[in-house]
C-alpha cells in the first residue's frame, strides 16, 4: 500500500512525517511529527460528556470520537503548516484500549491511509507512552534499558524497555482498579466531582498524609511472591469507604482533606516503591513515568525525591504528552520507519488487550516491502 519504509526514509531523510490517530479512551488525539520533531498535538476530550456518569461510557466515548476525528484532523494539519497529501505515512493506535473507542480510530486511519496512498502503521498505545518522551525538546536521547511506569484511568503498568521498537517486557500491571479509576472512586465517595484525580489533589491541600494508614496494595510479602511487580487498588478504595461509612454511622464529621491526602499517599507510595525496586533489581538506573495520572504533583515530587536518594534518574515528558495522545503515536511510528521496519497491512483490528511486547502489529513481511 503506498510507498514501501526505504522510500520514506529516503525520501524524508529519515526525518520520516507521521500523523497519528489515538482513540483508546476519552480522548481524540491526532498528532503530527516530523522525525522527533513535534509540530501538532490536537486533542478533543469527551471527559464532560462522561461527568455525569461518573466514569467513561464506553457507547459515548466511541461517539464523541466519530464526532470529533475530522474536525481534529483538520486543526492538527493546521497548526502543522501541511497538507495531507505531503504525509510519509499514518499511524494509529490499535489497542489495548476500550474496543468500540479503538474501532473508531482504527477505521478512520485505513481510510485516511487508503485515501493518500500513504503507508500505515499500526502500534501498541502503552508503548506509545514511552515515545512521547523523544518528542521532548532539549534533553538528551532515551536511553536504554529504562524502567518505565505509566500510569492512568485505565492502566497502571511497570515495564522493562531495552529498546523502544523491538523490546518491551511488561512486569508487572494493575490485577484490578488502575490507578486513575480508584481516584475516580474514592472521589466519589468524598463527594467529589469527576475526574477524580485533580478533585482529590484539591482536597488534599492542607490534609495530613499519615493521618489514616491505608493499605498498600500488594505489599506484603505473601503478595509479592506471586504479585511481585503488579498493582490493586480496590482494596485501597474499599478501605477508605469502609472508613468514611464508620465516621458517617458514628455522627462523627468526614476531615475530607485528612482521608484525601492520605489515600493519595497510599496510591503514590505504592507506585513509586515498586517502580525503584524495579529499577534496582533489574540494575537500571532511569525510570520514566507516563500517563495521566502523572500530572499528580505528589507523585511526581515523591518519585523525584526518592528516586535521587538511589542514584536513579526520572525522565518525565512534558504532561501535555503524558494524556492520552496522537503525537505519542506518531512518534512511534517514526522511530519504526527509521529502524528500517515496514508498514502494517491493512489486516488488523481493534485489540482492546493487546499485549505490550507487540509493539506494532500487521506487519507487512519484508519480501513484500521490498
Known amino acids: ?209 499519615k493521618a489514616i494508614r491505608f493499605p498498600r496494595g500488594l505489599s506484603r510479602a505473601s503478595d509479592l511472591a506471586k504479585h511481585r511487580w503488579d498493582f490493586s487498588f480496590s482494596g485501597l478504595k474499599t478501605s477508605v469507604a469502609r472508613w468514611v461509612e464508620q465516621r458517617e454511622a458514628a455522627g462523627e464529621p468526614i476531615p475530607v482533606a485528612d482521608v484525601a491526602a492520605s489515600f493519595r499517599e497510599a496510591v503514590v507510595d505504592v507506585l513509586v516503591t515498586k517502580a525503584l525496586d524495579a529499577c534496582e533489581e533489574r540494575g537500571v538506573p532511569r525510570l520514566l513515568l507516563g500517563g495521566g495520572v502523572i500530572a499528580n504533583k505528589r507523585l511526581r515530587d515523591v518519585a523525584t525525591a526518592r528516586a535521587a536518594e538511589r542514584g536513579v534518574t526520572v525522565r518525565i515528558p512534558p504532561l501535555s504528552l503524558c494524556t492520552d495522545n496522537g503525537a505519542m503515536i506518531a512518534g512511534l511510528a517514526a522511530e519504526l520507519i527509521a529502524s528500517g521496519r515496514p508498514p502494517s497491512t491493512l489486516a488488523f483490528g481493534a485489540d482492546s488487550t493487546l499485549p505490550v511486547t507487540e509493539i506494532q502489529v500487521a506487519e507487512t513481511r519484508m519480501a513484500e516491502a521490498a
Open 1 to 209: 500500500m503506498g510507498a514501501g519504509v526505504a522510500d520514506i526514509v529516503v525520501r524524508g531523510a529519515r526525518e520520516p512525517l507521521v500523523l497519528g490517530i489515538e482513540t483508546s479512551c476519552d480522548e481524540t488525539g491526532i498528532g503530527i511529527v516530523r522525525g522527533r520533531t513535534l509540530l501538532s498535538n490536537t486533542i478533543a476530550s469527551s471527559m464532560d460528556e462522561h461527568a455525569r456518569f461518573g466514569g467513561v461510557v464506553p457507547e459515548v466515548a466511541a461517539r464523541a470520537h466519530l464526532e470529533a476525528l475530522q474536525p481534529a484532523i483538520e486543526a492538527a494539519v493546521a497548526e502543522a503548516g501541511i497538507r495531507l497529501d505531503e504525509l510519509d505515512a499514518v499511524a494509529v493506535t490499535s489497542g489495548p484500549g476500550l474496543a468500540g473507542a479503538l474501532m473508531v480510530g482504527v477505521g478512520a486511519a485505513k481510510a485516511l491511509a487508503v485515501s493518500l496512498g500513504k503507508p500505515l502503521y499500526a502500534v501498541n498505545h502503552l508503548v506509545g507512552h514511552i515515545a512521547a518522551d523523544i518528542l521532548t525538546e532539549g534533553t538528551e536521547p532515551l536511553e536504554y534499558p529504562t524502567i518505565a511506569l505509566l500510569v492512568s484511568g485505565g492502566h497502571t503498568s511497570l515495564l522493562h524497555v531495552r529498546d523502544l521498537t523491538t523490546d518491551v517486557e511488561m512486569l508487572g500491571e494493575t490485577i484490578d482498579d488502575a490507578a486513575g479509576e480508584a481516584f475516580d472512586k474514592v472521589a466519589r465517595i468524598l463527594g467529589l466531582p469527576y475526574p477524580g484525580g485533580p478533585q482529590i489533589d484539591r482536597a488534599a491541600v492542607g490534609g495530613d498524609p
